[in-house]
C-alpha cells in the first residue's frame, strides 16, 4: 500500500522466498554484463543510462574463492559491528537501532565520499538466515521516525542489498555481493563507473582479509558472543513493522552535484 512522500507501507519481514529470490539473483548470469575481473573478484553490471537506480553484482559464478576462510567465519565478520569499526575505513559510524524479529533488525550506517561530494548514510531493515551451507543476509532502506535524515548527509537509499556465502567444504568459501542502490544526488556516470569497477572489488578484498584476521580478535573480544546466532544474547529494545515504511528516493532531496568533476578524478 502507496503512502505519501514516496514511501510504502512495510507489512512483512522478508521470508524464504525473498531470500531464495536473492539466491537465484545471485548466481543467474543473465541481465548482467562484466566490467571487472582480477585476481579473484568480478563485476557484473546491469545498469541503463536514463536510471538513476544503480545495479551492481560483485561476481557471478566465482567471485572471491576464500580458500582459507570459512563460511561461517564470512557471515560472522558481516554481522559482527564491533569488528567492523576495525576494518571497515570507509565506514564513519554504525549502529544498531532495534530488534525485529530473532533474525531482522534495524540500523544505521554512513560512509566516507570523495570531497567534495556529501557522505552518504542509510536506514536499513536487515534480515539473515543460515540455509545449510549457504548464509545469506539482505536489506533493504526502511525510514523509521527517529531516525530522519540527517543535515550533513545525502540519504541513500539501498532497494536491495545483500551477501550470499557458500559452503565450498571444510575452511573454503564463495562470497556474493548483490547491491540495488540509489545513491541519490546527480552523480555523473563515469563516477558509477569508476564506483562499480574499482571501489566494489577493494571492498570485498578488505572483507576477506578482514575474515582471515578476526578468529584470532574474536577470541579476544567476547568469544560467546553472537546475537546474529543466539537470539537471547540480543538486547536491542523491540520495535515493531507498524513503526516502519519502505524508504524510496522520491521522498528525499535530490543534491546537484554533477559539477564537481575535477575533483572527482583523484578517485
Avoid at 559510524?93 to 534495524?106: E, F, P, Q, S
Avoid at 540500523?107 to 567534495?116: F, L, N, V
Avoid at 546527480?186 to 574499482?198: A, D, E, H, I, M
Avoid at 546474529?228 to 529494545?237: A, D, T, Y
Wanted: aromatic share 10%; with cysteine; glycine share 6%.
Amino acid at each position: 500500500m502507496s503512502t505519501k512522500n514516496g514511501t510504502k507501507s512495510l507489512k512483512n519481514i522478508p521470508d524464504d522466498s525473498v531470500f531464495s529470490s536473492f539466491k537465484d539473483q545471485c548466481l543467474s548470469p543473465d541481465g548482467w554484463i562484466s566490467r571487472y575481473s582480477k585476481g579473484g573478484v568480478t563485476v557484473w553490471c546491469q545498469a541503463e543510462e536514463s536510471r538513476t537506480v544503480i545495479n551492481v553484482l560483485v561476481g557471478n559464478y566465482k567471485i572471491i574463492l576464500c580458500k582459507d576462510v570459512a563460511a561461517e567465519t564470512l557471515y560472522d565478520v558481516l554481522h559482527d559491528t564491533s569488528y567492523r569499526r576495525k576494518w571497515d575505513t570507509n565506514m564513519i559510524d554504525t549502529y544498531d537501532i532495534g530488534r525485529l524479529t530473532a533474525n531482522a533488525d534495524v540500523g544505521y550506517y554512513s560512509w566516507k565520499c570523495p570531497s567534495p561530494l556529501k557522505n552518504r548514510d542509510f536506514v536499513t531493515m536487515r534480515s539473515w538466515l543460515p540455509l545449510g551451507n549457504d548464509y545469506l543476509i539482505i536489506n533493504y532502506s526502511v525510514k523509521h521516525p527517529q531516525h530522519p535524515p540527517k543535515k550533513d548527509y545525502v540519504r541513500a537509499v539501498s532497494l536491495l542489498t545483500g551477501y550470499l556465502i557458500q559452503s565450498n567444504g571444510a575452511g573454503c568459501s564463495t562470497l556474493y555481493y548483490l547491491t540495488q542502490m540509489d545513491p541519490r544526488g546527480s552523480l555523473p556516470k563515469w563516477v558509477v563507473n569508476r564506483v562499480s569497477q574499482f571501489v566494489a572489488p577493494k571492498a570485498m578484498r578488505k572483507i576477506y582479509k578482514a575474515s582471515l584476521k578476526y578468529p584470532d580478535w574474536k577470541r579476544k573480544h567476547s568469544p560467546a558472543l553472537k546475537p546474529w546466532m543466539f537470539p537471547e544474547q540480543n538486547s536491542l529494545p523491540s520495535i515493531s513493522v507498524g513503526e516502519l515504511t519502505l524508504q524510496r528516493g522520491d521522498s528525499l532531496e535530490n543534491i546537484d552535484e554533477s559539477d564537481q568533476h575535477a575533483a572527482l578524478h583523484s578517485l
